[in-house]
């Protein structure tokens, strides 16, 4: 089972799934918010993270790069769970799209949740061929 994370510096969207993705709802970002995510990954069984990885039009991370970097390492280490970036670009403004063509009223913590929803939609139709993924985060020995 996969989980996948829209990181934001105050919200973090959630899914889950290994064909079909379900949200999980968000989560404050705040000191708690990795003990919350570990307990997720052991009620849902996860085996992967994938974290969306905001890449500007030129190619290069975007600016919030580094504190999704630093996020997924203390992420691993408290899971022991490998972590995988997956690049994205303007899942907030498709999952915002979506969400308005339903009619619904457009919140922060839909369009959060439905675009680790769509993050990871991409990760699997992307590496759905792919034997040997190779994480960009382990979990350190400490």
């Given at each position: 089972m996969y989980?996948?994370?829209?990181?934001g510096t105050k919200v973090?969207?959630?899914?889950?799934?290994?064909?079909?993705?379900?949200?999980l709802g968000t989560l404050e970002n705040n000191?708690?918010?990795?003990?919350?995510?570990a307990i997720l990954?052991?009620?849902?069984?996860?085996?992967?993270?994938?974290?969306?990885m905001p890449i500007r039009n030129a190619g290069e991370e975007g600016t919030i790069s580094p504190k999704i970097r630093d996020f997924a390492q203390r992420l691993a280490n408290k899971t022991k769970i490998p972590v995988y970036?997956?690049?994205?670009?303007?899942?907030?403004?498709?999952?915002?799209?979506?969400?308005q063509?339903?009619?619904e009223k457009i919140e922060k913590e839909k369009?959060?949740?439905?675009?680790?929803?769509?993050?990871?939609?991409?990760?699997?139709?992307?590496?759905?061929?792919e034997e040997n993924l190779t994480p960009h985060i382990f979990p350190s020995e400490k």
């Open positions: 989980l996948s994370i829209d990181y973090i969207g959630l899914a889950a799934g290994e064909i079909i993705p379900k949200g000191d708690k918010t990795i003990e919350h995510i990954c052991q009620e849902h069984d996860i085996g992967m993270i994938i974290i969306g970036f997956e690049p994205e670009q303007f899942t907030s403004v498709e999952a915002t799209r979506i969400i063509e339903t009619g369009i959060d949740e439905l675009s680790a929803i769509l993050i990871l939609e991409q990760f699997i139709q992307r590496t759905v061929n």
